[in-house]
């Protein structure tokens, strides 16, 4: 790993290979080239929900539930796996199973959704890969134990060899979901989202799995580089390691909320684009944010390592905050009371205001407007 440690230059996601203002047009352009093939749903006699297009899962009406699916990739977090794998000698890829499945069913569940099957997608550099007795053991084990946790069926997956297209010893991971929304009135696609409710926000475990391109090349000129000691952590933890700390699923959470009587109006999970997902809904509201979560020790490295300014930190990681429940205000104590019951920080973090569309933390003094989010067609 080449490292250079005079380089005091910020880093951003973009210098990292990751240009949203390059991926999103892209994305846009494909939604409005799909959304012509919904009516093929009829021929079979169900239809589309047509505002779960450009939203976290797709939604199919088949009569008396909503089916709702998605696919979605690990990234690159499998190398930062593979790197201390080649310092330390342990395996790490239980807790990258987690993340792939997470990254799947946290998307999933945004709709309102209990996810029922998962498949695994595993492709590799080449047959080699799967020689390692311990890592493709920690993967199958870490990824049975993601499903027992979300209660749901691993039904298969396809595990090529792709030389010539992964680089040789890696591995590309990704996880398709498929759930349910039964009783109907679970959907929460926002039809229901207005002034007044209020947004809790649920704590993040690390940096999960989005910002890890920006996280590798800021240890590529670390001294110590992965090995490197987080200053901001009470408990001694390299950097690389803290990296690799698994995605929360957060199934267990909205799965106990509707058992609990609560239905949410809307909900994002909190991944790239970091707190502009708050965002995501197609009306225009604004999202005003008084109270925010301590940062991990991790984002706090990196933020100050990688010299982010707070706009462009809350802009790209989660900071401290995975997922974000928008719902009714006399719900928010309950849902927040939910999730410590489940053993998860949570808190009443903002409310839903008339205005344009735009994001205000005060107490960062950040604002975000509806053109920093290009996520819909």
């Known amino acids: 790993m080449?490292?250079?440690?005079?380089?005091?230059?910020?880093?951003?996601?973009g210098s990292s290979g990751v240009d949203y203002n390059v991926i999103d047009p892209f994305k846009?352009?494909?939604?409005?080239?799909?959304?012509?093939?919904?009516?093929?749903l009829d021929g079979h006699g169900f239809s589309e929900v047509e505002s779960s297009r450009?939203?976290?899962?797709?939604?199919?009406?088949?009569?008396?539930?909503?089916?709702?699916?998605?696919?979605?990739?690990?990234?690159?977090?499998?190398?930062?796996a593979d790197s201390m794998q080649a310092l330390t000698g342990k395996s790490f890829f239980?807790?990258?199973?987690?993340?792939?499945?997470?990254?799947?069913?946290?998307?999933?569940?945004?709709v309102g959704a209990t996810p029922l099957v998962v498949q695994a997608y595993w492709a590799a550099g080449g047959s080699e890969w799967f020689a390692d007795a311990g890592r493709r053991q920690a993967l199958i084990e870490g990824w049975k134990r993601a499903c027992d946790l979300c209660k749901v069926s691993w039904g298969g997956g396809e595990?090529?060899?792709?030389a010539g297209i992964v680089e040789a010893g890696r591995i590309d991971l990704a996880a398709s979901c498929t759930g349910i929304v039964s009783p109907k009135d679970r959907l929460s696609l926002g039809a229901h989202l207005?002034?007044?409710?209020?947004?809790?926000?649920?704590?993040?475990?690390?940096?999960?799995?989005?910002?890890?391109?920006?996280a590798r090349d800021l240890a590529a000129r670390l001294p110590q580089g992965y090995l490197t000691p987080l200053t901001a952590s009470a408990v001694p933890i390299g950097f690389g390691e803290a990296l690799l700390e698994p995605t929360v699923l957060y199934s267990p959470i909205t799965e106990a909320l509707f058992k609990a009587g609560v239905r949410p109006h809307y909900?994002?999970?909190?991944?790239?684009?970091?707190?502009?997902?708050?965002?995501?809904?197609?009306?225009?509201?604004?999202?005003?944010?008084?109270?925010?979560?301590d940062v991990p020790p991790?984002?706090?490295?990196?933020?100050?390592?990688?010299?982010?300014?707070?706009?462009?930190?809350?802009?790209?990681?989660?900071?401290?905050?995975?997922?974000?429940?928008?719902?009714?205000?006399?719900?928010?104590?309950?849902?927040?009371?939910?999730?410590?019951?489940?053993?998860?920080?949570?808190?009443?973090?903002?409310?839903?205001?008339?205005?344009?569309?735009?994001?205000?933390?005060?107490s960062l003094g950040l604002e975000y407007d509806g053109s920093d989010l290009g996520l819909r067609a």
């Open 94 to 110: 239980a807790a990258i199973a987690q993340d792939t499945i997470a990254m799947a069913v946290n998307d999933l569940i945004t």
């Open 267 to 293: 909900a994002a999970n909190i991944t790239g684009h970091g707190w502009r997902k708050l965002m995501r809904h197609r009306s225009a509201f604004t999202y005003r944010i008084h109270a925010v979560p």
């Open 298 to 362: 991790v984002l706090k490295f990196i933020q100050a390592e990688a010299l982010l300014s707070d706009r462009d930190a809350y802009g790209t990681f989660n900071m401290g905050a995975g997922f974000a429940l928008f719902v009714a205000a006399e719900d928010a104590a309950q849902t927040v009371a939910v999730a410590h019951k489940a053993g998860l920080d949570a808190w009443i973090a903002g409310t839903v205001e008339a205005g344009p569309k735009r994001l205000v933390i005060e």
């Open 54 to 80: 450009g939203e976290s899962a797709y939604v199919v009406d088949v009569g008396p539930f909503y089916l709702a699916s998605i696919v979605e990739c690990l990234g690159s977090k499998a190398m930062v």
């Open 28 to 40: 846009v352009a494909a939604q409005r080239a799909a959304a012509s093939t919904g009516s093929h």
């Open 194 to 214: 207005g002034p007044g409710d209020a947004i809790v926000l649920l704590a993040s475990s690390g940096i999960h799995a989005n910002g890890v391109s920006l």
């Open 159 to 162: 595990t090529p060899a792709l």
């Open 2 to 13: 080449p490292t250079d440690p005079t380089d005091l230059s910020p880093l951003s996601y």
